[in-house]
């Protein structure tokens, strides 16, 4: 299985049924050097499954002062190349170390 943090929209579980077909079981953890903005999706089957029309992006900062706070879900590669396609273009994936000393994927901004 393979670490993804989500820190908006992911952790919604309609999102959750919609784009993976069940409720992912998660862990709190933080994400340091990173801030959270918003970005309009114009995906129209994203917005179907959020609901939402602004969703939350995270910047890199390297300040550690700066923190993100969300939630680890194991997931399949499967599953992970399912949020792939959830996540709009203005989202890539990465992988990186958080606060616990987890290793996991993150989606940041472009």
């Keep these: 299985m393979l670490n993804?943090?989500?820190?908006?929209?992911l952790q919604k579980k309609e999102v959750q049924m919609e784009t993976f077909?069940?409720?992912l079981i998660g862990q709190k953890d933080i994400l340091v050097g990173y801030t959270i903005e918003m970005v309009e999706i114009t995906d129209k089957e994203v917005l179907k499954k959020s609901g939402q029309k602004f969703h939350p992006i995270i910047v890199f900062t390297n300040n550690s002062q700066?923190?993100?706070e969300g939630v680890f879900f194991e997931v399949t590669e499967e599953e992970l190349e399912k949020a792939d396609k959830y996540e709009v273009?203005?989202?890539?994936?990465?992988?990186?170390?958080f606060?616990?000393?987890q290793k996991g994927f993150i989606y940041i901004k472009k």
């Design 4 to 9: 993804l943090f989500s820190y908006g929209t």
């Design 21 to 23: 077909g069940r409720i």
């Design 66 to 68: 700066d923190k993100v």
């Design 89 to 97: 273009d203005d989202y890539k994936r990465i992988e990186t170390i």
């Design 99 to 101: 606060q616990s000393g």
